[in-house]
């Protein structure tokens, strides 16, 4: 009887054991959908189809391979603008797709490394995409122009504020829920560029169209 007993009291050792180390390494598996990825791609694409009169297949090449840099209104610099630009020279390519033509961003500008949503979420609004005219009136290219910065500014595309705000909503959401893969895919899906100019743009700004 004193074996028996002792062997049930062996092997329900064993099992809560078994159990509790099964626990603890579920505990350690971290959840698919929390994984931050701050070097992760998202991209800034293009609406599918033409767009106020521009002949959009050539017009589309066009602001990917140009871009200099995007403006913005921004919250957190007292709603002055901000701006910051693409890369360029040998790595041109890290932040344009000039074969889909989208822009791309880092994980880091939706959310940070620390969790926190990143500025291009909480922050940002009247965004715009501009190139720089030289002096014989052809855009700058970013892969190898290497003469002064003090020229024109030419807008080229534009995000729609209502774009932003729908995107920010749901990518709130997911954020709430720590689903921050669903934050990524959102972006990635969402925000989108339109192709305009510097008079259609302020004169949309002007109309209330935004």
Not at 76 to 87: I, L, S, V
Not at 99 to 108: E, P, Q, R, T
Not at 134 to 155: E, K, M, Q, V
Request: glycine share 6%; aromatic share 12%; proline share 4%.
């Amino acid at each position: 009887m004193k074996n028996r007993l002792l062997f049930i009291l062996t092997i329900s050792t064993l099992l809560f054991a078994c159990n509790n180390h099964a626990l603890e390494k579920e505990e350690e598996q971290p959840q698919i959908g929390n994984q931050l990825n701050p070097e992760a791609k998202l991209s800034i694409t293009a609406k599918l189809k033409e767009t106020r009169g521009m002949s959009y297949n050539d017009s589309l090449s066009y602001i990917v391979k140009y871009a200099w840099e995007w403006y913005a209104i921004s919250k957190e610099n007292n709603n002055a603008p901000t701006a910051r630009g693409f890369d360029f020279d040998d790595d041109y390519g890290t932040q344009r797709d000039t074969i889909n033509n989208k822009f791309l961003l880092w994980g880091v500008d939706i959310i940070q490394e620390d969790g926190s949503l990143g500025w291009f979420i909480t922050s940002l609004s009247d965004f715009v995409i501009i190139t720089l005219r030289t002096p014989n009136g052809s855009p700058a290219n970013p892969r190898n122009y290497h003469g002064t910065l003090d020229l024109p500014h030419d807008t080229i595309a534009y995000v729609p504020n209502k774009i932003f705000q729908e995107a920010r909503d749901k990518i709130m959401s997911a954020y709430e829920r720590k689903n921050y893969q669903e934050c990524y895919r959102l972006f990635d899906s969402a925000f989108i560029f339109i192709p305009t100019t510097g008079e259609k743009w302020r004169a949309m700004k002007a109309s209330g169209i935004e």
